[in-house]
């Protein structure tokens, strides 16, 4: 069973950054595009940033593309979304995710078949 599991999230006043953590399971996402997602309560998901399997492809959504970024360490099994110059907009869950299909690059959420639990980010004005 894939596992991911993000850490960093937190209580930032506006214009401060953060750094997000996505853990996974050993080698099983190697092969697997990787993208960061938010949902604030009573919203819908958002996408936030995709990154390819070789990590030399990324993808951010208007909203962040100038602000955020998205990396990943093969070798450590970790993906990052740096988050800097964050506004109250930003406040929301944060998760991290796996595309099901090996070589897919996409911004789609059901291509995701794997899901963190999430890490709260709130920024306060």
């Known amino acids: 069973q894939a596992q991911l599991v993000e850490s960093g999230g937190g209580l930032v006043q506006a214009g401060g950054s953060l750094r997000l953590s996505c853990a996974t399971s050993d080698g099983t996402f190697s092969s697997n595009a990787m993208g960061w997602f938010r949902q604030a309560p009573g919203n819908e998901r958002e996408f936030v940033a995709v990154?390819?399997?070789?990590?030399?492809?990324?993808y951010y959504a208007d909203s962040v593309k100038c602000r955020f970024t998205i990396s990943r360490d093969n070798a450590k099994n970790t993906v990052y979304l740096q988050m800097n110059n964050l506004n109250p907009e930003d406040t929301a869950g944060y998760y991290c995710?796996?595309?099901?299909?090996?070589?897919?690059?996409?911004?789609?959420?059901?291509?995701?078949?794997?899901w963190g639990q999430g890490t709260q980010v709130t920024v306060s004005s």
């Open positions: 995710a796996g595309v099901r299909t090996p070589n897919t690059f996409t911004i789609a959420p059901a291509e995701y078949g794997y």
């Open positions: 990154i390819s399997w070789s990590g030399g492809g990324t």
